[in-house]
């Protein structure tokens, strides 16, 4: 399980930006032909009117629609580019170097088994090892092995230690429905409003979001996270909370299913 969803997490594609997000040639041309930032955030607003964004990010004093002049798009919510990848990764989390990926929504719910099932591994090794190590430590002891026993139980020690912080803190995050990079720094929104906690949903609906409705596939590394990774139901909808998940779960299968072939 630890290899599968360390394969999962390794292998899986950020997932491309729908093309509708892609600015047009005529923006792009009237942003940088613009002779001030006014100009400039006015060809961006009126290309963005009809999309399905609701963050926003502070230029000029002002809440404006966020977009990547790398990749030539607006960028959908949660959605940020990683300057190692080179591309737009929706719902970022953070550029893993362990994994040599981005962890986002194709793939965080394979990082978060992996690190669980690595906790699990480095558990089972440190209480295995102890009584040995315990020996060794005792009687001073130098004979044949000794050191393989000292060098495995360090080394599982040290992993068992900081996956255990790294996935504590992951936990904390997915309660509250944060990404790493909005636990830096808040999300805008339409209203000019900065809410660390825009998108959470409740523990058990954030949970879900990730996990899927289904109990079943809770422990493989198989994709089950709900939604589309371009729109995320927002806090403020509480009353409609189960909706807008259900509603996410089955819009857009296209969308997802292109993630996967
Ligand atoms: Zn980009
Ligand atoms: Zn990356």
């Known amino acids: 399980m630890l290899l599968w969803s360390y394969w999962q997490t390794v292998c899986t594609s950020t997932g491309p930006v729908p093309k509708k997000f892609k600015l047009s040639d005529e923006t792009v041309e009237r942003f940088r032909k613009a002779n001030n930032e006014e100009e400039k955030l006015q060809a961006i607003e009126n290309y963005a009117n009809n999309l399905p964004i609701i963050t926003r990010t502070y230029i000029a004093g002002r809440a404006t629609y ?12 949660r959605c940020h580019h990683c300057r190692i990848c080179g591309v737009c990764v ?36 440190v ?24 060098f495995l139980f360090i080394i599982a020690v040290m992993f068992f230690l900081s996956i255990m912080s790294i996935f504590s803190y992951h936990l904390y995050l997915i309660g509250y429905n944060r990404t790493t990079l909005e636990a830096f720094r808040a999300p805008v929104f339409e209203n000019g409003r900065v809410d660390k906690n825009g998108f959470n949903l409740g523990l058990v609906n954030n949970f879900k979001q990730i996990f899927g409705n289904h109990c079943l596939l809770w422990p493989f590394p198989i994709f089950s996270s709900l939604g589309n990774g ?32």
């Open 90 to 125: 929706l719902k970022m989390d953070h550029h893993c170097p362990w994994v040599n990926n981005c962890i986002s929504y194709t793939n965080y719910k394979y990082f978060i088994l992996f690190l669980f099932y690595a906790f699990v591994f480095c558990s089972y090794i």
């Open 127 to 150: 209480i295995t090892t102890l009584p040995y190590f315990l020996e060794i430590w005792k009687h001073s002891s130098s004979g044949h092995g000794s050191i393989h026993v000292l």
């Open 66 to 77: 966020r977009y990547c002049f790398i990749c030539n798009h607006l960028k959908p919510d």
């Open 230 to 261: 371009i729109t995320f139901p927002r806090s403020r909808e509480i009353s409609d909370r189960k909706t807008l998940l259900d509603e996410c779960d089955n819009s857009d299968e296209d969308t997802n299913d292109a993630f996967y072939v």
